[in-house]
T-cell receptor, first 115, second 113 residues
Framework: ETGVTQSPTHLIKTRGQQVTLRCSSQ?????VSWYQQALGQGPQFIFQ???????GRGNFPPRFSGLQFPNYSSELNVNALELDDSALYLC??????????????FGQGTRLTVV | DAKTTQPNSMESNEEEPVHLPCNHS???????IHWYRQLPSQGPEYVIH???SNVNNRMASLAIAEDRKSSTLILHRATLRDAAVYYC??????????????FGKGTLLTVNP
């Protein structure tokens, strides 16, 4: 089975711009979650998608949005970038079956730098 | 989500056992105890999880206190590749409709050669 892959691995954007990050989930997984990890901190939950619908959101503003596609891959979009958005963005896939969740498998992340 | 408390850092020597503690005094009866680790420049990696009984897998062992208010992740023989930040996380048994993981700062494990 293939693992979770994210693209790009690194990205530099200017304040005010928009960015799209991509994630291919592990084969057979129907749930994708996105996390933001600032330097020296643990990952913080942004939101989760289950079968193409948002299914839970952390404390992030609406300019953070996402999509999940029929093949369960996902995108994270951030509008009006701010300097504080500089972080490692992690995608995690898991599978939900009969209300129970498997463990999450994480990608290696996208390092976003906003200048 | 119930909170966990871990030491900021720990140090070990290669090929020695490592015991990583986690306190979770407000754990509820439906919370599983999960451990993830994050190696440098990588995403977190699942290590092990348990509910009440001690658990073993190829990576580690999880020892859970009888009152479930604390647990210990045991690496039986630390290697240099085990140097990472280890996170102890509580998760509701069913996960409900949301499988978010609430990470703290974790324990930075340093392994000396």
């Amino acid at each position: 089975e293939t693992g979770v892959t994210q693209s790009p691995t690194h990205l530099i954007k200017t304040r005010g711009q928009q960015v799209t990050l991509r994630c291919s989930s592990q084969s057979g997984h129907n749930t994708v979650s996105w996390y933001q990890q600032a330097l020296g901190q643990g990952p913080q939950f942004i939101f989760q998608y289950y079968r193409e619908e948002e299914n839970g959101r952390g404390n992030f503003p609406p300019r953070f949005s996402g999509l999940q596609f029929p093949n369960y891959s996902s995108e994270l979009n951030v509008n009006a970038l701010e300097l504080d958005d500089s972080a490692l963005y992690l995608c995690a896939s898991s599978s939900r079956d009969r209300g129970l969740n498997t463990e999450a498998f994480f990608g290696q992340g996208t390092r976003l730098t906003v200048v | 989500d119930a909170k966990t408390t871990q030491p900021n850092s720990m140090e070990s020597n290669e090929e020695e056992p490592v015991h990583l503690p986690c306190n979770h005094s407000t754990i509820s009866g439906t919370d599983y105890i999960h451990w993830y680790r994050q190696l440098p420049s990588q995403g977190p990696e699942y290590v092990i999880h348990g509910l009440t009984s001690n658990v073993n897998n190829r990576m580690a062992s999880l020892a859970i206190a009888e009152d479930r208010k604390s647990s210990t992740l045991i690496l039986h023989r630390a290697t240099l590749r085990d140097a990472a930040v280890y996170y102890c996380i509580l998760r509701d048994r069913s996960g409900g409709s949301n499988y978010k993981l609430t990470f703290g700062k974790g324990t930075l494990l340093t392994v000396n050669p």
